[in-house]
């Protein structure tokens, strides 16, 4: 199922701990596809914006995700971020920052910045002040980040990929969807090898 009007959708939240545990295949997959694939990222978003601290329950639900994955796939996470910062369930902002960064062709490295910032560093990217941190770390145009994190095309954009995410026949973050023309096939992650979802792709 190859073709130069074939693209593959990865759905995602850069605030997803599951999008962070797949991140390695993930970055193999997009080594090892054909390059008349065009992959498509689609910020799927998790959790709207909220000034609310998680309850603390919640806290430790997530966090114990994070073990759950940590022991299931051997993805590194810093748990001190659960002690440093005031955990807020609002993601919307990390998927806008990824959007404003797109915009200046850094899209897949603002990515890999939120998810290091926040598994590795225990920084909390739904902290505005954060993502303006790794703005000016990946060198952007701050400026431009800054009036591009919040502008109404941004926000349009997103409202437009989470509706057009939620179209696909997606099951949660991540997802992977190949479309060829008109026609959607989902394909099954594997989260520790690549080659079953080679060839789903080619089947």
Same mark, same amino acid.
């Given at each position: 199922?190859?073709?130069?009007? *074939?693209?593959?959708?990865?759905?995602?939240?850069?605030?997803?701990?599951?999008?962070?545990? =797949?991140?390695? *295949?993930?970055?193999? %997959?997009?080594?090892?596809?054909?390059?008349?694939?065009?992959?498509? !990222? &689609?910020?799927?978003?998790?959790?709207?914006?909220?000034?609310?601290?998680?309850?603390?329950?919640?806290? /430790?639900?997530?966090?114990?995700?994070?073990?759950?994955?940590?022991?299931?796939?051997?993805?590194?996470? !810093?748990?001190? =971020?659960?002690?440093?910062?005031?955990?807020?369930?609002?993601?919307?902002?990390?998927?806008?920052?990824?959007?404003?960064?797109?915009?200046? #062709?850094? /899209?897949?490295?603002?990515?890999?910045?939120?998810?290091?910032?926040?598994?590795?560093?225990?920084? !909390?990217?739904?902290?505005?002040?954060?993502? %303006?941190? &790794?703005?000016?770390?990946?060198?952007?145009? *701050?400026?431009?980040?800054?009036?591009?994190?919040?502008?109404?095309?941004?926000?349009?954009? =997103?409202?437009?990929?989470?509706?057009?995410?939620?179209?696909?026949?997606?099951?949660?973050?991540?997802?992977?969807?190949?479309?060829?023309?008109?026609?959607?096939? #989902?394909?099954?992650? !594997?989260? %520790?090898?690549?080659?079953?979802?080679?060839?789903?792709?080619?089947?």
């Amino acid at each position: 199922m190859t073709g130069t009007d *074939t693209s593959l959708f990865y759905i995602h939240d850069p605030m997803c701990s599951w999008c962070w545990g =797949f991140r390695p *295949t993930w970055d193999a %997959l997009k080594r090892a596809l054909p390059t008349s694939i065009h992959v498509i !990222n &689609l910020t799927g978003g998790l959790a709207p914006d909220s000034d609310q601290v998680m309850p603390i329950a919640m806290q /430790q639900t997530i966090e114990d995700y994070w073990h759950t994955i940590q022991q299931q796939l051997g993805t590194e996470f !810093n748990f001190d =971020f659960w002690r440093k910062n005031q955990p807020r369930r609002s993601t919307y902002i990390a998927c806008r920052a990824a959007i404003a960064a797109d915009n200046q #062709g850094a /899209q897949d490295t603002m990515i890999d910045a939120i998810q290091q910032a926040y598994y590795l560093r225990a920084l !909390n990217p739904s902290d505005r002040s954060v993502l %303006l941190q &790794l703005a000016a770390e990946l060198e952007l145009q *701050t400026e431009t980040f800054t009036r591009d994190l919040e502008s109404p095309v941004t926000h349009a954009e =997103f409202k437009r990929q989470r509706a057009l995410a939620h179209s696909l026949p997606i099951q949660g973050f991540p997802s992977l969807v190949l479309k060829r023309g008109e026609q959607l096939a #989902g394909i099954t992650l !594997n989260y %520790l090898d690549v080659k079953p979802m080679l060839d789903a792709i080619a089947a």
